[in-house]
C-alpha cells in the first residue's frame, strides 16, 4: 500500500465510521459481514477482533491468528481498509505481516503501562496508525500516558476512542460514558482526534444513536460501531450490535453539524454542567426510591396496627415544612405544593397496595 492511501487521522473528513463484528468468527461471517458494510457504503475502515480480551476465562477469546487472512481478503475482495485490536508484541508483528491497516489498544491495555509500552516498542519504526481505547477506569493520566508511550517512540499518526468508563453501580450504560473526561483529553490534545464507540459505552443496541448523535455534537471525528450480519447469535458482545442495514439507517439519521472551535468551547461547557444535572437527578430519583422504601414499612406498621393510611395532620406538617424550605431556598409555593403532593400520591399508593397485600 502506497503512504498517500494511509489513513492520516487528522487529515480525514467527519464523519469517520469504523463498523464490522466485536469478534471475527468465521470467514464467511467476516466476509458477509464486509460485502454487507461495502453495500451500504459510509463506512471508512472495517473492524473485527481477533483476539478478544474477555473479563472471564472460558469465554471465546477470538479466533487468533487464522483470523489475520480473512481480514486481507475483506481488503482484497471489498476495498475496505482494516483494523484490529492488538495486545502484546506478537499481536504487532502478526498484524503488520498481514497488512493490517490500523491498530487499536483495547481498554484493558490501556489500563496496564507495562502492555502499552511493550506494545510501542514493537511499533518503533513503523508509521500505522494507532487508536488508543480510553482505560476500562475513569483515569485521564492513564489514557494521555498510552499516547505519550506511544508519542515516545515516534508515532504520530494517532486517534483516541471513547469507549466509556465501567461503574459496578451502573445500570443504564454498560460502561458509562462520563463525557468530561473525553472532554478533558480533547483539550489536552486537541491535535489527536476522538472517536466514539457508541456499541461499548450502550451495551445494548436501543440507545446506541443517542450517543452518537451526542459525540457528534461534540465535534468527535467518527464512530466505531459494531455491526454483525446475526447479532443474537454473536459469539461476543451480542446485545450490542446491529445489522449493517440498521447501520445504514442509523448514518443516516444522524445530524453531522458543522463544528466551529467556538461551538466547541461552548458545548463543552454545557456537557459539563448538564452532567451535573445529570448527576443530581440520579440522587434525587434514588431518595425517591428509598423514600417510598420507607413509606412501605410505615404501611406493613399501619396495617398490623390497624391505622389508616392516610394522617391529615402528618400531611399538613409535611407540607409546612416544605414550604419553609423551599422558600429559603427561593422556589415558588405552587411548585413545592405540586411536588410534595405527587410525592405524597405515590406513597400512598405505594401504602395502599401494602395494605391489599400487592407486594
Ligand atoms: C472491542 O472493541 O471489541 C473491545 C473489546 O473493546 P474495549 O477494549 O473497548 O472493551
Ligand atoms: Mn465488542
Known amino acids: 500500500m502506497s503512504e498517500s492511501k494511509q489513513i492520516v487521522f487528522n487529515k480525514i473528513q467527519r464523519p469517520f465510521i469504523i463498523s464490522g463484528p466485536c469478534s471475527a468468527e468465521t470467514e464467511q461471517q467476516v466476509l458477509q459481514t464486509a460485502k454487507e458494510l461495502k453495500e451500504i457504503g459510509g463506512v471508512n475502515l472495517f473492524r473485527a477482533g481477533i483476539w ?202 444522524l445530524v453531522y453539524r458543522d463544528t466551529h472551535a467556538d461551538d466547541a468551547v461552548i458545548q463543552n461547557e454545557l456537557v459539563r454542567l448538564r452532567d451535573k444535572i445529570d448527576q443530581i437527578d440520579d440522587a434525587i430519583i434514588q431518595l425517591i426510591v428509598e423514600r417510598m422504601l420507607i413509606a412501605k414499612d410505615i404501611g406493613v406498621y399501619k396495617k398490623a396496627h390497624n391505622m389508616t393510611i392516610f394522617q391529615a395532620k402528618r400531611w399538613a406538617a409535611i407540607l409546612k415544612r416544605m414550604h419553609i424550605l423551599a422558600e429559603k431556598g427561593g422556589l415558588s409555593g405552587d411548585f413545592i405544593t405540586q411536588y410534595i403532593k405527587a410525592i405524597h400520591d405515590e406513597s400512598i399508593d405505594q401504602q395502599e397496595r401494602v395494605m391489599k397485600d400487592e407486594n
Open 52 to 253: 478478544k480480551p474477555r473479563t472471564r476465562p472460558d469465554s471465546f477469546e477470538g479466533v487468533g491468528v487464522i483470523g489475520l487472512p480473512w481480514l486481507q481478503k475483506v481488503k482484497e475482495e471489498y476495498g475496505f481498509k482494516v483494523t484490529t485490536e492488538v495486545a502484546n508484541a506478537r499481536h504487532v508483528d502478526l498484524c503488520m505481516k498481514h497488512g493490517i491497516d490500523v491498530l487499536w489498544i483495547g481498554a484493558r491495555s490501556t489500563v496496564n503501562p507495562f502492555v502499552v509500552q511493550e506494545i510501542a516498542e514493537a511499533l518503533k519504526g513503523t508509521s500505522i496508525p494507532v487508536m488508543v481505547k480510553n482505560p476500562i477506569n475513569p483515569d485521564l493520566a492513564l489514557w494521555i500516558g498510552a499516547v505519550e508511550r506511544l508519542q515516545k517512540v515516534g508515532l504520530t499518526n494517532l486517534a483516541v476512542i471513547h469507549r466509556g468508563f465501567s461503574n459496578l453501580s451502573e445500570k443504564y450504560y454498560r460502561n458509562t460514558p462520563q463525557w468530561q473526561i473525553a472532554i478533558e483529553f480533547i483539550s489536552h490534545y486537541p491535535e489527536i482526534p476522538i472517536i466514539c464507540d457508541p456499541s461499548h459505552i450502550c451495551g445494548r443496541r436501543d440507545i446506541l444513536f443517542d450517543v452518537a448523535q451526542k459525540a457528534m455534537d461534540l465535534g468527535y471525528l467518527g464512530l466505531m460501531i459494531e455491526s454483525h450480519i446475526d447479532p443474537d447469535n454473536a459469539w461476543s458482545d451480542s446485545a450490542q450490535q446491529i445489522k449493517p442495514p440498521k447501520l445504514n439507517s442509523f448514518l443516516h439519521e
